[in-house]
């Protein structure tokens, strides 16, 4: 796992979250996942194709997303309520975006899908080149889980180990 692939995921979900719930977000938890994802809650999938591909999954138990939702919406919210599922959509929308604006600074160029809840038992299976890595923040909401798989397209990964180092 490349880390400058996922620093920009790191930073962002921190930034955002601050930013939203005013308050600090605290990074708890960080572990490598190679087996398949098994959600916890209210779960957004947002797909990534292009020079780096991937996943990233934001999760949030439905306790947590019920209080995020509230919070942002002024009002109680049921766990039955769209407007948790649309809060999560776009708490992911707003991780994935400012990512993007840094990934896209570095030089990489790709596609970013629409987030769509993730509602499988089942899970979702990494690729065989590519691990995940399972980020838990600390809020005073609760917890709120990250889960990224990223790896280099093979072509890109090709034509950068045959660029030659500049001394």
Do not use: W
Not at 46 to 58: Q, T, W
Not at 82 to 108: K, P, Y
């Amino acid at each position: 796992m490349r880390m400058e692939l996922i620093q920009p995921f790191i930073d962002a979900a921190d930034s955002v979250f601050s930013e939203t719930l005013q308050s600090p977000a605290k990074i708890g938890d960080l572990s490598m996942d190679e087996n398949a994802y098994r959600r916890k809650g209210v779960a957004a999938l947002i797909a990534i194709k292009g020079d780096i591909e991937g996943r990233v999954i934001l999760d949030l138990s439905p306790e947590v997303a019920i209080k995020i939702a509230g919070q942002l919406a002024g009002m109680e919210v049921q766990a039955t309520d769209q407007v948790v599922r649309e809060t999560v959509c776009e708490l992911a929308n707003m991780v994935i975006g400012n990512s993007v604006t840094l990934l896209n600074d570095q030089g990489f160029r790709f596609k970013v899908f629409p987030p769509e809840i993730h509602a499988n038992e089942e899970g979702l299976a990494n690729s065989v080149d590519t691990e995940a890595l399972v980020l838990c923040l600390e809020t005073p909401c609760g917890e709120i889980y990250l889960n990224i798989a990223m790896h280099y397209l093979h072509r890109r990964s090709r034509e950068r180990d045959t660029v030659p180092a500049v001394s």
